[in-house]
C-alpha cells in the first residue's frame, strides 16, 4: 500500500480511528510545527507525541519524550518498545540508564534539562521534543525546570506540548510561539468516553444533575438530603434536651424508646467496602477512590481486609498470586516481613489495593500491573496516580473535596477535581466513565456541581532564577543573553500580560497628553506669548502653584494638628468650679466643670453651661481651645445632679461676674512658614505670573502635569512588575561573585570561575550548599556510609517540621553534619544580606538510616533508624530517598576536590544500590 504522508502510514496501523484534533495535532507536528494539544485526561493527546516518535524514525532524527515522574517515563518506555523495538528506545531516568544511545529516549525533565547545560552530544540530531503534562511547569517546588528547557533548546527542535485543559491556553501558545517560533494550539473539551455525576447519600446513588437541564442540581437529591439535615437538626435538638434532663435519666426513662430518633440511627457515609459493593451491584467497578493522605489509604486497604469483601474469583486470586510472587522474587524474605508483603498480597488476591508514593516502587508497579490487567478492581490511591499513568478505571470515587498541601487544609479547584475525574472511563471499553462524589454531612451538592461543571483551571509559571541555573547560563549563553532569555520565561510573558490593562492606560495616557500640550501651545499662541520655549516655561510656573499649595496646605494641616493638642492639654487639666470660656457663635460661652476628665488622652470633661445645658465635651466639639477665667464653688447637689440643678447654675452665674474675653485666643494660628514665603515670593517672580489669561492658562497646564504624572506612575508599575527575574538574577550574581564562584572583568562583564564551573554540575535543590560543603572540605575523610549520610541532609525534607540536633553513627560524620549546618548557618545570612530565597535548612533525620543501609543493614534495622529519628518513613519513602542520595552522589563523585571523596561516593552509591532500592526502578 502506497501512502501520501507518514500521517497516513501512522493511521493504517493504528486500531481505532483518528479524533479531529489527534489528526489536527499530528498534521502540525509533520508540517515542522510545534504545537500545544490541551485535552481532557483520557482523551488520547498522547497519540500526537506518539506520533513525532514515529516520525522522528521514520525521518532518521531523534525524538526525546520527557515526564514529570518516573513512574511515567517507566510506563511511556514499555509502551514505546512494544511499538518500535528494544533497539529504538532508551529511558534515562536520573538512576536508570537504558540504551542512552537510541534514537528515542523516554526520560524525565531533570535529565534533558541537564543535557542541555551540559551541550551533550547526545542532542546532536534531535528534531523534537514532547513534553507529557507540561502543564506541570505550574508545581511549585519542579515546575520551573520545564521552562528552562523549553527556553534552552535549540531553534530548530520542535516542541510537542501536551496538557490537561487550561483555561490559559491561547496566553500559554503565544508564549511557546514567542520563544519557540511557530506554535499551534488544539484545544478540545471532547471525552472520548463520557463522564457521569454522582452523589453517594448512603446506600443510594443519585445522579449529581437533574436530567434534561443544563447543570441543574438534582432536585431528588436536594431533596433527600435536606430531609436528612432536618433530621440531624432535630437529633441535635433531643441530644440538647437529653443532656438537660437529669431528672428523666435518674428516673430510667428509655429514651430509644420515645419516638426520637436514637444516637445509633444518625447518617453516616458507608464503609468503603459497603461502597465498593453498592458499586458492584451497579457495574461500576473496577474503580479509584482517591484519598488525599498516604495513610488514609493505607486505612482503606486494612478495613477492606477485615471485611468480608472478594471482588475476585478463585482463578483470577491464583493468577494475581503467580504476578505478584514473581515481582517480589529478588526481595529477600526478611525484607518481605518488613513491607507487610503477606497482607498485602492477601489484599491482591481479593481485589484490592492501595497505590502511593509511600508504597515500594515494586509494589507499585505490580498494582499498575494487576489493574491494568483487570485482576484488581478497587484502588485506594492518593492524587498522585492521578497525573498521568495509564491506570483508568470505570468509576473515580472521592470521600471529601478538601485536602491538604502541605501548610492547611484547602478546598479542591476545579481544575483538581476535573485532573481527578479523569481517570474514570477506560477507552474501547467502557461505554461512559463515572464520578462519585460520597455526601457527608454539610457538603452543598451545588458546590460538587460547580466543580464538575467547571473544567479548566490556569497554568501559573513558577520560574525563578536560582544558583546552578545563573551559572549554567553565563557559561553556555552569557550574561546580556542569559538576561533575555529570563526575560523570555513564561514566568516574565505572565507578568507582562498582567500588567497590559497598565500598559493600554499608558497609550491612552500619552495620547490625552499629546492632545493637551498641543491645546497649551495654541492658547499660548493665540495670547502672543514671547518665549523660546513657552511650555517648559510655563510648566514651571504651574509647578511652583502647584508646590505653594501643597506645603499652604502642609502648614494648615499643622496648625490644625496643634490646635487640637492645645485644645486636649486645656481639658485634661481642667479642675471641679473651673468656669471656662468656650466658642460660640457671637461670643463666647462660660461653662463650670462639674466633673473633670478621668483620660488625659481623651478628656470627655462634665460641665454646665450658663444656659443650663449640661453634659459632656470631648476634644473634637473645640474649634479653639477653652480659657479658664475664674472659678465658683460647686454644691454637692448639683455635683450629684447636674440637669435638675441647671436653674441653680443659672443663678450662681448670674451672681458672680466673670471676665468674658470678646474673642478666644488661636494660639496656633496658620502663619506662613518660611517655605510658603519663599514659594510665593518665587511665584511673583516668574515671567508667567504677569502673563495675560494666566489663570485660564494655568487649568489647561495643570490638566497636562496631570496627565504626565499619570504617565510616569504607570511606566513604573510596568517597570517595577516586568524586571523581577533580572534583578533577582543580578543578586544572585552579586552573592556568587563573593563567593568567588563568578568573577567581573575589566568590562564588568561576568563569568564564571573554576568553581561555578563545579556549581555548574550541582543539580540539587541546596546546590550551592553543597558547593560549599565540597569546597571547604568538611565532607572529605569520610567513609562511604559516612558520606552517604552526611550528603542525605541536603536531598532529605522531613514531611513533618523537626530541627532536632545532628545525629550520626560516628563522630567523624557527626562534627561534618554539624559543619553543614554551620555553612547553611553562613550561606542563610548572606541570602538574606543580598534579598534572595533562603536556601532549604539541611534536615539530619535519614542520616542515621542510609548510613545503616550504606553499610550493609537489613531494611527492617534502617526503617527502625529513621523512625527513631523522626523521619516516619514508610518503605517507598526509604527507597525514593534512598535515590535520591544517590543521585547526589554521583554529582560530588564529579565535582569533589579530593579524589578519596570521589572515591568514596562512587563506593557508597554501589552499596545503596542493593535490595529494595535497586528493584522495581
Known amino acids: 500500500m502506497t501512502f501520501t504522508t507518514h500521517l497516513d502510514e501512522f493511521r493504517a496501523g493504528l486500531k481505532f480511528p483518528l479524533d479531529d484534533f489527534q489528526i489536527q495535532g499530528c498534521t502540525a507536528v509533520e508540517n515542522d510545527r510545534g504545537v500545544l494539544v490541551c485535552a481532557p485526561t483520557g482523551a488520547g493527546k498522547t497519540i500526537v507525541?506518539?506520533?513525532?516518535?514515529?516520525?522522528?524514525?521514520?525521518?532518521?532524527?531523534?525524538?526525546?519524550?520527557?515526564?514529570?515522574?518516573?513512574?511515567?517515563?517507566?510506563?511511556?518506555?514499555?509502551?514505546?518498545?512494544?511499538?518500535?523495538?528494544?533497539?529504538?528506545?532508551?529511558?534515562?531516568?536520573?538512576?536508570?540508564?537504558?540504551?542512552?544511545?537510541?534514537?528515542?529516549?523516554?526520560?524525565?525533565?531533570?535529565v534533558l534539562r541537564n543535557m542541555i547545560y551540559a551541550q551533550s552530544d547526545t542532542l546532536e540530531r534531535l528534531s523534537y521534543v514532547v513534553m507529557d503534562e507540561i502543564h506541570f511547569l505550574s508545581d511549585k517546588s519542579r515546575g520551573a525546570v520545564w521552562e528552562e528547557v523549553i527556553l534552552g533548546l535549540h531553534d530548530s527542535v520542535q516542541v510537542i506540548g501536551l496538557s490537561a485543559t487550561v483555561s490559559n491556553s491561547e496566553e500559554f501558545g503565544r508564549w511557546l510561539a514567542t520563544v519557540r517560533g511557530d506554535t499551534e494550539v488544539i484545544v478540545t473539551d471532547h471525552r472520548p468516553v463520557p463522564l457521569d455525576q454522582w452523589m453517594m447519600v448512603g446506600k443510594r446513588v443519585y445522579p449529581l444533575f437533574e436530567p434534561g437541564t443544563d447543570g441543574e442540581v438534582n432536585r431528588a437529591l436536594e431533596a433527600h438530603i435536606e430531609r436528612i439535615d432536618g433530621e440531624e437538626l432535630q437529633r441535635g435538638r433531643d441530644d440538647f434536651a437529653r443532656r438537660q434532663s437529669f431528672r428523666s435519666r435518674a428516673h430510667g426513662e428509655d429514651f430509644s424508646r420515645s419516638g426520637r430518633p436514637r444516637p445509633q440511627d444518625r447518617f453516616r457515609p458507608l464503609g468503603r467496602p459497603e461502597v465498593l459493593d453498592v458499586l458492584r451491584g451497579m457495574d461500576m467497578?473496577?474503580?479509584?477512590?482517591?484519598?488525599?493522605?498516604?495513610?488514609?489509604?493505607?486505612?482503606?486497604?486494612?478495613?477492606?481486609?477485615?471485611?468480608?469483601?472478594?471482588?475476585?474469583?478463585?482463578?483470577?486470586?491464583?493468577e494475581i498470586a503467580a504476578i505478584v510472587d514473581a515481582g517480589v522474587s529478588e526481595i529477600p524474605e526478611e525484607d518481605l516481613k518488613v513491607l507487610g508483603f503477606r497482607q498485602w498480597k492477601a489484599a491482591l488476591c481479593r481485589g484490592f489495593a492501595a497505590h502511593h508514593a509511600g508504597m515500594l516502587p515494586a509494589f507499585r508497579h505490580i498494582v499498575e500491573e494487576l489493574f491494568t490487567k483487570g485482576l484488581v478492581r478497587a484502588v485506594f490511591a492518593t492524587e498522585t496516580l492521578a497525573l498521568g499513568i495509564n491506570m483508568p478505571a470505570r468509576s473515580v470515587i472521592l470521600e471529601k473535596l478538601v485536602k491538604y498541601d502541605g501548610e492547611g487544609h484547602v478546598d479542591l479547584t476545579p481544575g483538581q477535581y476535573t485532573q481527578l475525574t479523569g481517570r474514570a472511563g477506560r477507552r474501547g471499553i467502557d461505554v461512559i466513565g463515572n464520578a462519585v462524589v460520597q455526601w457527608a454531612l454539610a457538603m452543598d451538592p451545588a458546590r460538587v456541581a460547580g466543580l464538575a461543571s467547571t473544567r479548566t483551571y490556569p497554568l501559573n509559571s513558577t520560574?525563578?532564577?536560582?544558583?546552578?541555573?545563573?551559572?549554567?547560563?553565563?557559561?553556555?549563553?552569557?550574561?546580556?543573553?542569559?538576561?533575555?532569555?529570563?526575560?523570555?520565561?513564561?514566568?516574565?510573558?505572565?507578568?507582562?500580560?498582567?500588567?497590559?490593562?497598565?500598559?493600554?492606560?499608558?497609550?491612552?495616557?500619552?495620547?490625552?497628553?499629546?492632545?493637551?500640550?498641543?491645546?497649551?501651545?495654541?492658547?499660548?499662541?493665540?495670547?502672543?506669548?514671547?518665549s523660546e520655549n513657552p511650555i517648559e516655561e510655563f510648566l514651571s510656573y504651574i509647578q511652583l502653584r502647584r508646590d505653594l499649595s501643597t506645603e499652604e496646605k502642609r502648614a494648615k494641616r499643622f496648625a490644625i494638628e496643634q490646635r487640637e493638642k492645645e485644645v486636649v492639654a486645656v481639658l485634661s487639666k481642667l479642675q471641679l468650679g473651673d468656669v471656662i470660656a468656650m466658642p460660640g457663635k457671637k461670643r463666647p460661652i462660660l461653662a463650670v466643670v462639674i466633673t473633670p476628665a478621668?483620660?488625659?488622652?481623651?478628656?470627655?470633661?462634665?460641665?454646665?453651661?450658663?444656659?443650663?445645658?449640661?453634659?459632656?465635651?470631648?476634644?473634637?466639639?473645640?474649634?479653639?481651645?477653652?480659657?479658664?477665667?475664674?472659678?465658683?464653688?460647686?454644691?454637692?447637689?448639683?455635683?450629684?445632679?447636674?440637669?435638675?440643678?441647671?436653674?441653680?447654675?443659672?443663678?450662681?452665674?448670674?451672681?458672680?461676674?466673670?471676665?468674658?474675653?470678646?474673642?478666644?485666643?488661636?494660639?496656633?494660628?496658620?502663619?506662613?512658614?518660611?517655605?510658603?514665603?519663599?514659594?510665593?515670593?518665587?511665584?511673583?517672580?516668574?515671567?508667567?505670573?504677569?502673563?495675560?489669561?494666566?489663570?485660564?492658562?494655568?487649568?489647561?497646564?495643570?490638566?497636562l502635569m496631570r496627565e504626565r504624572d499619570k504617565v510616569a506612575q504607570l511606566q513604573s508599575?510596568?517597570?517595577?512588575?516586568?524586571?523581577?527575574?533580572?534583578?533577582?538574577?543580578?543578586?544572585?550574581?552579586?552573592?556568587?561573585?563573593?563567593?568567588?564562584?563568578?568573577?567581573?572583568?575589566?568590562?564588568?562583564t561576568p563569568r564564571i570561575t573554576e568553581e561555578g564551573e563545579r556549581l555548574a554540575l550541582i543539580h540539587n535543590e541546596s546546590d550551592l550548599l553543597v558547593a560549599q560543603c565540597l569546597r571547604r572540605g568538611i565532607w572529605d575523610n569520610l567513609d562511604p556510609a559516612e558520606l552517604a549520610g552526611v550528603v542525605s541532609m541536603c536531598t532529605f525534607e522531613n514531611r513533618r517540621e523537626s530541627r532536632g540536633e545532628a545525629e550520626g553513627a560516628t563522630d567523624a560524620m557527626v562534627d561534618a553534619m554539624n559543619h553543614t549546618i554551620r555553612i547553611w548557618e553562613q550561606?542563610?545570612?548572606?541570602?538574606?544580606?543580598?534579598?534572595?530565597?533562603?536556601?532549604?535548612?539541611?534536615?539530619?533525620?535519614?542520616?542515621?538510616?542510609?548510613?545503616?543501609?550504606?553499610?550493609?543493614?537489613?531494611?527492617?534495622?534502617?526503617?527502625?533508624?529513621?523512625?527513631?529519628?523522626?523521619?516516619?518513613?514508610?518503605?517507598?519513602?526509604?527507597?525514593?530517598?534512598?535515590?535520591?542520595?544517590?543521585?547526589?552522589?554521583?554529582?560530588?563523585?564529579?565535582?569533589?576536590?579530593?579524589?578519596?571523596?570521589?572515591r568514596h561516593a562512587r563506593q557508597a552509591i554501589d552499596a545503596i544500590r542493593r535490595g529494595v532500592v535497586a528493584i522495581g526502578t
Open 827 to 902: 550561606l542563610a545570612s548572606d541570602e538574606q544580606r543580598h534579598r534572595l530565597p533562603i536556601t532549604r535548612y539541611p534536615e539530619a533525620g535519614f542520616a542515621l538510616a542510609i548510613h545503616q543501609w550504606t553499610a550493609g543493614a537489613p531494611l527492617g534495622y534502617c526503617m527502625a533508624a529513621a523512625n527513631e529519628c523522626g523521619a516516619e518513613l514508610t518503605p517507598g519513602d526509604f527507597v525514593r530517598q534512598a535515590r535520591q542520595v544517590i543521585d547526589l552522589l554521583e554529582q560530588v563523585r564529579k565535582t569533589a576536590y579530593n579524589d578519596e571523596t570521589a
Open 717 to 748: 508599575k510596568v517597570s517595577a512588575a516586568t524586571d523581577t527575574l533580572g534583578r533577582e538574577f543580578d543578586r544572585i550574581l552579586e552573592l556568587l561573585s563573593e563567593m568567588d564562584y563568578v568573577e567581573f572583568d575589566e568590562s564588568n
Open 49 to 110: 507525541g506518539e506520533f513525532a516518535v514515529s516520525l522522528a524514525l521514520q525521518r532518521g532524527t531523534k525524538c526525546f519524550y520527557t515526564t514529570p515522574i518516573k513512574a511515567l517515563s517507566n510506563q511511556k518506555y514499555h509502551d514505546l518498545v512494544k511499538a518500535h523495538g528494544e533497539d529504538a528506545v532508551g529511558l534515562l531516568t536520573g538512576d536508570v540508564s537504558i540504551n542512552h544511545g537510541a534514537d528515542i529516549i523516554v526520560m524525565t525533565t531533570e
Open 285 to 318: 467497578l473496577p474503580s479509584i477512590t482517591f484519598i488525599f493522605s498516604r495513610l488514609g489509604c493505607d486505612s482503606a486497604l486494612a478495613q477492606c481486609l477485615r471485611s468480608r469483601l472478594v471482588l475476585t474469583s478463585q482463578q483470577e486470586a491464583e
Open 598 to 703: 478621668s483620660n488625659a488622652r481623651d478628656p470627655k470633661p462634665l460641665i454646665v453651661m450658663e444656659s443650663g445645658w449640661s453634659g459632656r465635651v470631648d476634644p473634637q466639639a473645640f474649634a479653639l481651645a477653652p480659657q479658664v477665667v475664674g472659678s465658683m464653688r460647686v454644691p454637692r447637689g448639683v455635683i450629684a445632679n447636674p440637669r435638675r440643678a441647671s436653674r441653680q447654675v443659672k443663678e450662681m452665674f448670674a451672681r458672680n461676674s466673670f471676665p468674658r474675653p470678646k474673642k478666644l485666643r488661636d494660639t496656633a494660628r496658620n502663619r506662613p512658614t518660611e517655605k510658603v514665603k519663599a514659594l510665593r515670593t518665587a511665584l511673583k517672580d516668574h515671567p508667567a505670573h504677569y502673563w495675560p489669561q494666566v489663570e485660564d492658562l494655568a487649568r489647561i497646564g495643570e490638566r
Open 463 to 530: 520560574f525563578a532564577p536560582g544558583y546552578n541555573m545563573s551559572v549554567n547560563l553565563l557559561k553556555t549563553i552569557g550574561f546580556e543573553p542569559a538576561h533575555r532569555l529570563l526575560e523570555k520565561s513564561f514566568a516574565q510573558f505572565q507578568a507582562d500580560g498582567s500588567v497590559v490593562g497598565e500598559v493600554r492606560e499608558i497609550e491612552r495616557a500619552e495620547e490625552a497628553e499629546r492632545n493637551t500640550e498641543a491645546e497649551l501651545i495654541q492658547a499660548l499662541s493665540a495670547e502672543g506669548i514671547p
